[in-house]
């Protein structure tokens, strides 16, 4: 019997049609819990992209399901914890995500620096009525270059971010659960303590998966570390604790706060929003990009395979899953 899988986004249709080749897929667009809830127990597999919720009602109830292969790099949407007590491989993807999200993550540098997003409102309000209002309006403009970056979480995506900001002509310094010795050895980043980290950075870019030990990691305590610095966030929302970050800002106190995530997506009201000067707010989009998801889909429909092959996969999340359920037994194709 050929297995069953469920994808519950739109995915690409490279990707989709390798899926075909061995499974019969189903597309449930974004269903609701609910709706998830009624449907799971008939899937071997599934793909779910951040915006698919994945709880621990829904994979109570997933007699059948093996596999859950996230299209993403976090995993926090999903109750791992669930899926590992009944034997369900989580997968997620790395690959060219993470370089288009560490890409984004030194566009969001640079645009807080040099303010480009306020230059380019100038402009269209049609304010550049002299060269002298420029130099006057954005005299407090910083470069990169110069500076010391400090990352927190040294995956693949803060490897990627590592390298390029090195190449603006930065320091490095990190910290992250286990020291990287490759990366220290290709750009001279410098591993430190969490606090030394904050210390030490002019710009701290955050690029830690949401877990419940990353959880408001920066918080009102450590912002007291970060005076006159500049933070940028492409990992999660729930990494700061925003209402800190919003006193810190308006206190003068941190110089100002990029991201990409917020503690609840989507946001269409915000205290940030007002915060024009101090900020640059894009929606939680840092690894869209027309490449990116393409190969995305493809990792995402490998992993998926190859747990249906009994294989272990290349990004397994919950490496624990592999004593409560062997891959052998897990094995359809
Ligand atoms: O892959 C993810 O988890 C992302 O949030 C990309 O921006």
Redesign the pocket.
């Known amino acids: 019997m050929r297995p069953k899988v469920a994808v519950l986004f739109k995915m690409k249709s490279g990707p989709l049609k390798e899926l075909e080749r061995y499974t019969d897929v189903e597309i449930l667009l974004y269903p609701s819990v609910e709706e998830l809830g009624e449907k799971i127990a008939e899937f071997d597999g599934i793909i779910v992209s951040?915006l698919n919720p994945i709880p621990r009602e829904v994979i109570e109830k997933a007699e059948r399901l093996k596999v859950i292969s996230c299209h993403?790099?976090?995993y926090d949407h999903v109750d791992v914890k669930a899926a590992t007590e009944r034997g369900i491989y989580v997968t997620k993807v790395s690959g060219w995500?993470s370089e288009a999200?560490a890409e984004f993550a030194v566009g969001l540098m640079i645009a807080l620096l040099r303010k480009i997003p306020h230059t380019d409102r100038f402009i269209r309000a049609g304010e550049w009525k002299s060269h002298r209002v420029v130099w006057s309006r954005f005299k407090e403009i910083e470069t990169v270059y110069g500076k010391t970056v400090g990352i927190l979480g040294m995956g693949a995506i803060g490897k990627a971010i590592a390298r390029r900001v090195k190449a603006l002509g930065t320091e490095v310094v990190y910290w992250s659960r286990s020291r990287k010795p490759d990366i220290e050895e290709d750009v001279g980043a410098r591993y430190l303590p969490l606090e030394e980290v904050l210390q030490r950075a002019d710009i701290i870019v955050l690029a830690l998966p949401a877990t419940p030990e990353t959880y408001h990691i920066i918080n009102e305590e450590r912002l007291k570390l970060m005076e006159g610095k500049y933070l940028v966030n492409i990992g999660r929302g729930t990494l700061v604790d925003e209402k800190a970050v919003v006193r810190a800002l308006k206190e003068g106190k941190l110089k100002g706060y990029a991201t990409?995530v917020f503690e609840r997506e989507p946001v269409t009201k915000h205290e940030l929003f007002g915060m024009e000067w101090t900020t640059v707010l894009t929606p939680?989009y840092?690894?869209l990009s027309k490449e990116a998801m393409e190969d995305m889909g493809f990792q995402a429909v490998r992993n998926l395979l190859a747990v249906l092959r009994g294989e272990v996969p290349k990004d397994l999340v919950n490496r624990e899953v592999l004593k409560v359920r062997p891959p052998e037994e897990v094995k359809m194709l």
């Open positions: 951040p993403s790099a976090g995500l999200v990409d939680h840092a690894g």
